[in-house]
Antibody, heavy 118, light 104 residues
Framework: QVQLQESGPGLVKPSETLSLTCTVS????????WSWIRQPAGKGLEWIGR???????NYNPSLKSRVTMSVDTSKNQFSLKLSSVTAADTAVYYC????????????WGQGTLVTVSS | EIVLTQSPGTLSLSPGERATLSCRAS???????LAWYQQKPGQAPRLLIY???SRATGIPDRFSGSGSGTDFTLTISRLEPEDFAVYYC?????FGGGTKVEIK
């Protein structure tokens, strides 16, 4: 059974960079698409982007200028960096596996709350 | 960029009733990219339907998906108590705004 676990700081200061890592267990990270999705409290889901194990990426156009994703197949991990954060970036961040290039997500992490505040 | 609009925002129904949820795309999309998810409070979403009409593993057959082009539908034939939740559609990346199915 594939499991995903997000890790990283729960509190980030405004204008700084949010950094999260997702560790995949129970299966190989290779040959899948790995996504980041976030959800502000009481609101809907926002797709941030995805990365394939080759390193190719697709980002949400509204966040593209601030997002960087990377993958480390040797550690079965992938990561998210979101720069110049503001309070609007406060949300639960989910890492997830997209089964293939069509994008639908079959495995999710439990989610981690990141708060942007000084 | 494709925008997905879900309606209604909230659906108030009783257990045993039929629920019909709509997802409309701003332009025609491939049905193979359309998915539906269920999310309960405090939980990550769960994949229900992929490819517009295929049920994910372990999903009861009271859940069905249909549609093509710009209009897609998720139907729950008879609502069970555990089905009251928020439902999202997704196309490739972006999600719709969600429909909350609440107990009437």
């Amino acid at each position: 059974q594939v499991q995903l676990q997000e890790s990283g700081p729960g509190l980030v200061k405004p204008s700084e960079t949010l950094s999260l890592t997702c560790t995949v267990s129970g299966g190989s990270i290779s040959s899948y698409y790995w996504s980041w999705i976030r959800q502000p409290a009481g609101k809907g889901l926002e797709w941030i982007g995805r990365i394939y194990t080759s390193g190719s990426t697709n980002y949400n156009p509204s966040l593209k200028s601030r997002v960087t994703m990377s993958v480390d197949t040797s550690k079965n991990q992938f990561s998210l960096k979101l720069s110049s954060v503001t309070a609007a970036d406060t949300a639960v961040y989910y890492c997830a596996r997209a089964y293939d290039s069509r994008g639908w997500v079959d495995y999710w992490g439990q989610g981690t709350l990141v708060t942007v505040s000084s | 960029e494709i925008v997905l609009t879900q309606s209604p925002g909230t659906l108030s129904l009783s257990p045993g009733e039929r629920a019909t949820l709509s997802c409309r795309a701003s332009q025609s999309v491939s049905s193979s990219y359309l998915a539906w998810y269920q999310q309960k409070p405090g939980q990550a979403p769960r994949l229900l339907i992929y490819g517009a009409s295929s049920r994910a593993t372990g999903i009861p057959d009271r859940f069905s998906g249909s549609g093509s082009g710009t209009d897609f539908t998720l139907t729950i034939s008879r609502l069970e108590p555990e089905d009251f939740a928020v439902y999202y559609c997704q196309q490739y990346g972006p999600f719709g705004g969600g429909t909350k199915v609440e107990i009437k």
